[in-house]
Antibody
Framework: EVQLVESGGGLVKPGGSLRLSCATS????????MNWVRQAPGKGLEWVSA????????YYADSVKGRFTISRDYAKNSLYLQMNSLRAEDTAIYYC????????????WGQGTLVTVSS | QSVLTQPPSASGTPGQRVTISCSGS????????VYWYQQVPGTAPSLLIY???QRPSGVPERFSGSKSGTSGSLAISGLRSEDEADYYC???????????FGGGTKLTVL
């Protein structure tokens, strides 16, 4: 069974940093594009970033470009999101999500991890 | 403001058929697949329809998707109380180089 399990969320001050992790199992990790998607409290879904199966292509939403870095570790079958210069508007549940290709939406989602940016 | 446009709300009575629209442009729905997700409050989104009209295993046949030009549509027939949830459409956008979403439609079963 496909499993995506996020971790690393928490409370951080504005300007601070946080690293999210997504441990995966149940599928061949190096054949899928992986993504981060977020949802602010009471709001809709916002795609954040994607990394292709071979890490050749990396994409970011304009709202996080230059502050967030996506990466993946094939030995650990894990996805990461390094978040720097955090702002209040980054407060959201962050979901790890899998895509069949690098230019398509998602077929599987994790349960999410909450990031709160507040002083 | 979302790139894809959905009605904020929809409703129906048990057994009815409800449709939810998703309007985009030539750079997203017009040239790429439409996906639909269901999100029950407090839980993660789950895939309902992929590649315009394909249903994953486990999704009831009551749910169907279609695409025409720059718009997509989700239809739910034989409405049930457990269908009460938020529904989102999504597509890749060639200009923005990312996945774009609709703002979501809250479905109420009366």
């Amino acid at each position: 069974e496909v499993q995506l399990v996020e971790s690393g969320g928490g409370l951080v001050k504005p300007g601070g940093s946080l690293r999210l992790s997504c441990a995966t199992s149940g599928f061949i990790f190096n054949t899928y594009t992986m993504n981060w998607v977020r949802q602010a409290p009471g709001k809709g879904l916002e795609w954040v970033s994607a990394i292709s199966n071979s890490a050749t292509y990396v994409y970011y939403a304009d709202s996080v470009k230059g502050r967030f870095t996506i990466s993946r570790d094939y030995a650990k079958n894990s996805l990461y999101l390094q978040m720097n210069s955090l702002r209040a508007e980054d407060t959201a549940i962050y979901y790890c999500a899998r895509s069949d290709t690098s230019m398509e939406p998602f077929d599987w989602w994790g349960q999410g991890t909450l990031v709160t940016v507040s002083s | 403001q979302s790139v894809l446009t959905q009605p904020p709300s929809a409703s129906g009575t048990p057994g009815q058929r409800v449709t939810i629209s998703c309007s985009g442009s030539s750079s997203n729905i017009g040239s790429n697949y439409v996906y639909w997700y269901q999100q029950v409050p407090g839980t993660a989104p789950s895939l309902l329809i992929y590649r315009n009209n394909q249903r994953p295993s486990g999704v009831p046949e009551r749910f169907s998707g279609s695409k025409s030009g720059t718009s997509g549509s989700l239809a739910i027939s034989g409405l049930r109380s457990e269908d009460e949830a938020d529904y989102y459409c999504a597509a890749w956008d060639d200009s923005l180089r990312g996945v774009v979403f609709g703002g979501g439609t809250k479905l109420t079963v009366l």
